[in-house]
């Protein structure tokens, strides 16, 4: 069982910063950012294959948002820069052990592993 650990969220003014860690108990060839708002639908964000072989944004944060990966500590991240007020959202942390074509990247079911999510606020 793969165990994500979430942390890094937080309040944030329009146009600020956060980077989002997930600490894994163990490596998945797949990993991927999703976020939830308030009565709308869990989409995913970014995904990141293979350490960083293969990565994929949603395009409502191509440019601002960067995710990465680092094995030695067990930790995928995600920069977000020039945070919007559409942003808000409770941010997850997901995994699936495989590689998933493209149009499997964004959903939801085809990830095995989620962590409990952190909370990114961003006010204007």
């Known amino acids: 069982q793969v165990q994500l650990v979430e942390s890094g969220g937080g309040s944030v003014q329009v146009g600020g910063s956060l980077r989002l860690s997930c600490v894994f108990s163990?490596?998945?060839?797949?990993m991927a950012w999703f976020r939830q708002a308030p009565g709308k639908a869990r989409e995913a964000v970014a995904s990141?294959?293979?350490?960083?072989?293969?990565?994929s944004y949603a395009d409502s944060v191509k440019g601002r948002f960067t995710i990465s990966q680092d094995n030695y500590k067990k930790t995928v991240y995600l920069q977000m820069n020039s945070l919007k007020p559409d942003d808000t959202a409770i941010y997850y942390c997901?995994?699936?052990?495989?590689?998933?074509?493209?149009?499997?990247?964004?959903?939801?079911?085809?990830?095995?592993?989620w962590g409990q999510g952190t909370q990114v606020t961003v006010s204007s």
């Open positions: 990141i294959f293979n350490g960083g072989d293969v990565k």
């Open positions: 163990e490596y998945t060839s797949t």
């Open positions: 997901a995994a699936f052990n495989g590689w998933l074509p493209e149009f499997r990247r964004g959903e939801a079911s085809a990830y095995t592993y």
